[in-house]
Protein backbone atom coordinates (compact mmCIF):
# COMPACT_ATOMS: atom_id res chain seq x y z
CA UNK A 1 0.00 0.00 0.00
CA UNK A 2 1.15 3.25 -0.93
CA UNK A 3 -0.46 6.72 -0.10
CA UNK A 4 0.50 9.73 -1.68
CA UNK A 5 0.14 13.37 -0.89
CA UNK A 6 1.13 16.20 -3.23
CA UNK A 7 1.67 19.97 -2.23
CA UNK A 8 3.66 23.14 -4.55
CA UNK A 9 0.62 24.30 -6.01
CA UNK A 10 -0.31 27.87 -6.22
CA UNK A 11 -1.01 30.66 -8.49
CA UNK A 12 1.67 31.89 -10.96
CA UNK A 13 2.38 34.21 -13.85
CA UNK A 14 3.12 32.95 -17.00
CA UNK A 15 6.90 32.59 -17.33
CA UNK A 16 7.54 31.59 -13.63
CA UNK A 17 8.72 28.44 -12.24
CA UNK A 18 6.92 25.98 -9.41
CA UNK A 19 7.82 22.63 -7.65
CA UNK A 20 5.70 20.40 -6.97
CA UNK A 21 6.41 17.42 -4.07
CA UNK A 22 4.65 14.36 -3.59
CA UNK A 23 5.45 12.55 -0.40
CA UNK A 24 4.88 8.97 0.12
CA UNK A 25 3.80 6.34 2.69
CA UNK A 26 4.61 3.33 3.15
CA UNK A 27 8.57 0.90 3.06
CA UNK A 28 7.77 -0.27 -1.04
CA UNK A 29 7.94 3.52 -2.73
CA UNK A 30 11.49 2.62 -4.37
CA UNK A 31 9.37 -0.78 -5.71
CA UNK A 32 7.36 1.76 -8.02
CA UNK A 33 7.80 3.61 -10.98
CA UNK A 34 6.22 7.49 -10.72
CA UNK A 35 4.02 9.55 -12.62
CA UNK A 36 2.76 13.09 -13.00
CA UNK A 37 -0.58 13.87 -14.61
CA UNK A 38 -2.70 16.58 -14.53
CA UNK A 39 -6.44 17.10 -15.39
CA UNK A 40 -7.36 21.20 -16.57
CA UNK A 41 -11.55 21.55 -16.17
CA UNK A 42 -13.10 19.56 -19.11
CA UNK A 43 -10.84 18.02 -20.40
CA UNK A 44 -9.37 14.44 -19.54
CA UNK A 45 -6.61 13.39 -17.71
CA UNK A 46 -3.08 13.57 -19.42
CA UNK A 47 0.32 11.97 -18.54
CA UNK A 48 2.78 14.96 -17.57
CA UNK A 49 5.99 12.84 -16.67
CA UNK A 50 7.20 9.21 -15.37
CA UNK A 51 10.47 8.18 -13.51
CA UNK A 52 11.69 4.80 -13.13
CA UNK A 53 11.76 3.41 -9.42
CA UNK A 54 15.62 4.13 -9.75
CA UNK A 55 15.15 7.34 -11.41
CA UNK A 56 17.67 6.56 -14.07
CA UNK A 57 14.93 6.94 -16.61
CA UNK A 58 12.28 9.53 -17.30
CA UNK A 59 9.93 10.22 -19.95
CA UNK A 60 8.05 13.63 -20.87
CA UNK A 61 5.28 14.27 -22.90
CA UNK A 62 5.57 16.26 -25.60
CA UNK A 63 4.04 19.49 -24.32
CA UNK A 64 6.15 19.64 -21.24
CA UNK A 65 9.32 18.25 -22.51
CA UNK A 66 12.22 20.90 -22.26
CA UNK A 67 10.42 22.93 -19.61
CA UNK A 68 9.35 20.11 -16.73
CA UNK A 69 11.66 18.11 -14.66
CA UNK A 70 11.02 15.46 -12.67
CA UNK A 71 12.96 13.50 -10.31
CA UNK A 72 12.96 11.49 -7.01
CA UNK A 73 14.57 10.87 -3.71
CA UNK A 74 14.19 7.15 -2.21
CA UNK A 75 15.61 8.00 0.74
CA UNK A 76 12.65 10.81 1.51
CA UNK A 77 10.10 9.02 -0.29
CA UNK A 78 9.52 11.96 -2.58
CA UNK A 79 9.30 12.52 -5.97
CA UNK A 80 9.50 16.18 -7.56
CA UNK A 81 8.11 18.26 -10.68
CA UNK A 82 10.29 21.34 -11.25
CA UNK A 83 7.68 23.41 -13.68
CA UNK A 84 9.90 26.19 -15.84
CA UNK A 85 8.90 28.54 -18.24
CA UNK A 86 4.82 27.96 -17.41
CA UNK A 87 2.13 28.56 -19.72
CA UNK A 88 -1.78 29.49 -19.18
CA UNK A 89 -1.81 25.82 -21.18
CA UNK A 90 -0.21 24.13 -17.97
CA UNK A 91 -2.80 25.15 -15.81
CA UNK A 92 -4.87 22.28 -14.37
CA UNK A 93 -4.94 19.77 -11.09
CA UNK A 94 -1.68 18.07 -10.85
CA UNK A 95 -1.89 14.49 -9.92
CA UNK A 96 1.10 12.09 -8.84
CA UNK A 97 1.09 8.48 -9.45
CA UNK A 98 2.61 5.26 -8.50
CA UNK A 99 2.99 2.28 -11.12
CA UNK A 100 3.91 -0.81 -10.07
CA UNK A 101 3.93 -2.87 -13.53
CA UNK A 102 5.01 -0.26 -16.25
CA UNK A 103 3.79 -2.02 -19.09
CA UNK A 104 2.55 1.72 -20.26
CA UNK A 105 3.77 4.82 -18.22
CA UNK A 106 1.43 7.13 -20.32
CA UNK A 107 -1.75 4.96 -19.49
CA UNK A 108 -3.35 6.42 -16.54
CA UNK A 109 -4.95 3.14 -15.99
CA UNK A 110 -1.79 1.04 -15.63
CA UNK A 111 -1.40 3.26 -12.11
CA UNK A 112 -2.12 1.71 -8.94
CA UNK A 113 -2.08 4.74 -6.29
CA UNK A 114 -3.33 8.18 -6.61
CA UNK A 115 -2.36 11.73 -4.33
CA UNK A 116 -5.78 13.77 -4.18
CA UNK A 117 -3.79 16.41 -6.16
CA UNK A 118 -2.94 19.65 -6.37
CA UNK A 119 -3.80 22.74 -8.35
CA UNK A 120 -1.44 25.03 -10.00
CA UNK A 121 -3.09 27.73 -11.81
CA UNK A 122 -0.73 29.75 -14.48
CA UNK A 123 -2.04 33.85 -14.89
CA UNK A 124 -1.43 35.11 -18.65
Known amino acids: QVQLVESGGGLVQAGDSLRLSCAASGRTFSSYGMGWFRQAPGKEREFVAH????????TYAGSVKGRFTISRDNAKNTVYLQMNSLKPDDTAVYYCAAVYKPFDITNRSMYDYWGQGTQVTVSS
Open 51 to 58: ITWSGGST
